[in-house]
Structure formats: C-alpha cells, structure tokens
C-alpha cells in the first residue's frame, strides 16, 4: 500500500547550519508530494509540493525535489534560523483529487542560536 | 480571516463514555476532511466530506465512529463507547476544492483523552 518513510528525529542544529530531512514514498501510479509543517501551537500548514517527477517544490528558503528514481522527496534548507524550529511531515495523495493524504511519522527540527 | 476552529481542544472522558467532537471549517471550503494522530505518529485519515456527503469513508477505523456534516458546513466526529486505544488527537482539515492544487487548512486538533 502507499506509505510515507521518513527520517527519525529529533533533529537539533545550529542557526545557520545546512538541513536535509528525508523522506522515501512508496506508491502505485504517480503521486503528488508534500511537506507540511507544524510550528509550536499551531495547525499543520502545507509548506511547499511537487505534483510530477523532477519537479521541485520551494517555500521560505525549503526545497525539496521529487526524484521519481530513488522515490524520494528531501526536504533542504541552506541555512536554518531559530524561527524554523517545528515538527515537518512528509506526505502523499494518489492522483490529482484532494482525500486520503498519506503521512510520514514527522521529524521534531530544534535550531539553537 | 478565520482559520478551521476545532471545539473543545481538550476532552477528557472515561471508557464506555460517548463523545462528539466539533470542527468548524473555513467558510466556503467544500472539502472537509477528519484525520487522527497518535503520539509520536503522524496524521492517519478517518474520512472526507465533498459538501454534505462523504466522499471517502474508508479510513474509519470501526463502527464505533461516525461524521456528519449535514447543512456542507460544520462537522461532527462521533465516537460511541470510547476505548482507551481511542486517546489521541483529532484533526480537522478544509481546503477550497477537492483539486489537489488546494491546500489543506488544519485545525488545532481536539486531545481526546479516555481513562
């Protein structure tokens, strides 16, 4: 079935410092791709998508690339800032109508300054 | 504007007990969807709603469960004789359309407790 793999946290680095969470999919057919972020207190929000293969999704300096190859969707961000401290979620959906989205287990990020 | 208001954000009830959770979505969102989210786990669809009726129901995990959203509006999770296993947090969701270039707008979740 489609299932969502993705890195284990917590993950704690220092202001400024390089991010990568990973995340592996499996699925049927060609999935569209998020991420979602949870910041302390609030609802999830979508952070950024990629709905085909080498698209690349970006949003507030994140970036990930749907690499139909390795089925992965790595979330990066060059330089990481204390404001970017949350819990990020990978997530897929099956075709091109809105449903079942299909979530990762989600990695705590903490940044120190 | 308003976000998606989840009612109550805690709750607190013991075994057996019934239990209505409620989510208010985003006015004017067709789509409304209800997932689950365990400690430690991420979210884990229940059901979506197109309008007032629902369009996929298959992740309900039982007939202990049950949503309504009768006027396409406002929803209402139900859960009949609660179980311990039932603890977790209840999420609510609406998006504009059911287009997957729509995004998801998530509530505050409901921390359903059984003791």
């Known amino acids: 079935g489609d299932s969502v793999t993705q890195m284990e946290g917590p993950v704690t680095l220092s202001e400024e410092a390089f991010l990568t969470i990973n995340c592996t999919y499996t699925?049927?057919?060609?999935?569209?791709l998020f991420w979602y972020v949870q910041y302390p207190g609030e609802g999830l929000q979508l952070l950024l998508k990629a709905t085909k293969a080498d698209d690349k999704g970006s949003n507030k300096g994140f970036e990930a690339t749907y690499r139909k190859e390795t089925t992965s969707f790595h979330l990066e961000k060059g330089s990481v800032q204390v404001s970017d401290s949350a819990v990020y979620f990978c997530a897929l959906l099956r075709g091109s109508t809105l449903g079942r989205l299909y979530f990762g287990r989600g990695t705590q990020l903490t940044v120190w300054p | 504007g308003a976000g998606v208001s989840q009612t109550p954000s805690n709750k607190v009830t013991e075994k057996g007990k019934y239990v209505e959770l409620r989510c208010d979505p985003i006015s004017g969102h067709t789509a409304l969807y209800w997932y689950r989210q365990s400690l430690g786990q991420g979210p884990e669809f229940l059901i979506y709603f197109q309008g007032t009726g629902a369009a996929d129901d298959s992740g309900l995990p039982n007939d202990r469960f049950f949503a309504v959203r009768p006027e396409g509006s406002v929803s209402t999770l139900k859960i009949q004789r609660t179980e311990r296993g039932d603890s977790a947090v209840y999420l609510c969701?609406?998006?504009?359309?059911?287009?997957?270039?729509?995004?998801?707008?998530f509530g505050n979740g409901t921390r359903l407790t059984v003791t």
């Open positions: 699925a049927t057919g060609y999935p569209s």
């Open positions: 969701a609406s998006s504009l359309t059911t287009r997957g270039s729509s995004p998801l707008h």
